[in-house]
């Protein structure tokens, strides 16, 4: 019978054990979740300050004063407007329908050139890393 006894009482003792550090971890989470949410409260405080700064570095009073300060502006006059007919006529086009696209020929030989240049270096010895035998 004295070994029952002996027997519960270390379960009980074990259990107590299990349920004080089931306790404990619970605080440590609790506390870690409070810290959390204080620093997402602080967060969104900072937010919400830089979101006011910024609508204040961005009314339209403010950079119409800026502009007036530092730009020579006037205001755009009604004569200043021209219908589309009397735009100048489009620039002729150099470059015939059927030929190839000279601005992308010219990037196809820099890349070529640059390819080629590369290879070159590759075979250049700098004397940073010693020459393979019969390069020299």
Known sequence: MRIVHLFVICALVFAAAYVYRVKM????RTER???????????RDAIASLKAEWAKLESP???QDIAA?????????ATQYD???????????FVKPGD?????TMIESVDQEALASAAQDQETVTGSVP??????
Request: proline share 16%.
């Open 33 to 43: 979740v409070m810290r959390l949410r204080a620093d997402i409260r602080e967060q």
């Open 69 to 77: 300060r530092h730009l020579s502006l006037r205001p755009i006059q």
């Open 61 to 63: 009073r403010r950079l």
């Open 131 to 136: 020459a393979p035998e019969g390069a020299q």
């Open 100 to 104: 190839p696209d000279p601005i992308g």
């Open 83 to 93: 219908t589309l007919k009397n735009l100048p006529p489009r620039p002729p086009s």
């Open 25 to 28: 971890e619970s605080t440590v």
